[in-house]
């Protein structure tokens, strides 16, 4: 499957010459916190983290059209192949043009929603616990510990557990399917470079 990404014109040539994995930690602007640390803690091992993903398109046509870095003055998008070695990376589709679509959100939201008056008339240090749950970046290990000593927490994840399909979906690459591609470099000494097309 080719993926295809769009960047400002200006990073071009940068690009040409090789991209790294991102080593921070990236902070999701398009779904809620408490969604992107539910995925996370469902992450199967062999998938990418989002935390750490390159996003991409199946065409050069989408990747223009879902380009969202800042542009500086004079400067276009150009639509570029990703080219890397596919034994360093690992790539998931979602079925959906974009995460902040996927109805595993809805589904998050009417468990808080339900759980409102429960999560209102917790004392204050089990509203600190359960806050956690909404705060960025919540790591796999915090969360696993946040669900064994908090009854609330384990609900939801729970609940998440098992009505999530992103995972499931993901895993499977649909070549003609406009859905949000996203891929993570395996090894931080492994980079990807960009040819425009």
Not at 23 to 43: A, F, G, K
Not at 71 to 79: K, M, N, S, V
Not at 140 to 145: H, P, T, V
Not at 175 to 180: A, D, L, N, Q, R
Request: proline share 6%.
């Amino acid at each position: 499957m080719e993926l295809f990404r769009a960047i400002p014109s200006s990073q071009i040539e940068k690009a040409r010459k090789g991209v790294s994995r991102h080593s921070t930690v990236r902070i999701p602007s398009n779904v809620p916190y408490i969604v992107d640390n539910l995925w996370e803690w469902l992450r199967p091992e062999n998938m990418p983290s989002r935390r750490h993903a390159i996003y991409a398109s199946p065409t050069a046509k989408l990747a223009l059209a879902n380009a969202s870095a800042p542009l500086g003055d004079d400067e276009q998008y150009i639509a570029c192949r990703v080219i890397v070695e596919p034994e360093h990376v690992r790539i998931a589709q979602l079925t959906v043009r974009d995460a902040r679509e996927h109805k595993d959100i809805k589904a998050v939201a009417r468990w808080v929603s339900g759980h409102g008056q429960a999560i209102v008339a917790l004392e204050a240090f089990q509203k600190q616990q359960m806050a956690q749950l909404f705060m960025p970046g919540l790591g796999r290990d915090e969360l696993e510990s946040l669900r064994r000593t908090d009854s609330l927490v384990g609900q939801v994840c729970d609940y998440i557990s098992q009505a999530s399909t992103f995972w499931n979906t993901a895993a499977k690459l649909v070549p003609s399917s406009e859905g949000e591609l996203f891929f993570e470099i395996a090894d931080p000494s492994f980079t990807y470079r960009l040819e425009p097309v």
